[in-house]
Nanobody, 125 residues
Framework: QVQLVESGGGLVQAGGSLRLSCVAS????????MGWFRQAPGKEREFVAA????????YYAGSVKGRFTISKDNAKNTVYLQMSSLKPEDTAVYYC??????????????????WGQGTQVTVSS
């Protein structure tokens, strides 16, 4: 069992930056693929970014590529999402997910086994 706790959300003006953190419990965190997803009001949860267990492979949604950076620190059981050049359309609840599969970096919500409670990000225009 893995428990995930996100933090770092808040209110920021367009063009600003935020860094989200997700701390995981459990001894096997280093073997998980980790992902960030987001859900805006009235919309389905969507993929944002993912990183392989080693940190060597990353994948981004087209809407955030070049603006967001995912990273992980296995020693701290933490995955980060650095968000820059934020836009109002980035406003959503951001969720951290863990995928027990160590082979592929996957982008589908249904492929992830564990989820955090989410952290709100609001970008004002």
């Amino acid at each position: 069992q893995v428990q995930l706790v996100e933090s770092g959300g808040g209110l920021v003006q367009a063009g600003g930056s935020l860094r989200l953190s997700c701390v995981a419990s459990g001894r096997t965190f280093s073997r998980y693929t980790m992902g960030w997803f987001r859900q805006a009001p009235g919309k389905e949860r969507e993929f944002v970014a993912a990183i392989s267990w080693s940190g060597g492979s990353t994948y981004y949604a087209g809407s955030v590529k070049g603006r967001f950076t995912i990273s992980k620190d296995n020693a701290k059981n933490t995955v980060y999402l650095q968000m820059s050049s934020l836009k109002p359309e980035d406003t959503a609840v951001y969720y951290c997910g863990a995928d027990r599969n160590p082979i592929y970096v996957r982008t589908e919500v249904g492929e992830y086994d564990y989820w955090g409670q989410g952290t709100q990000v609001t970008v004002s225009s």
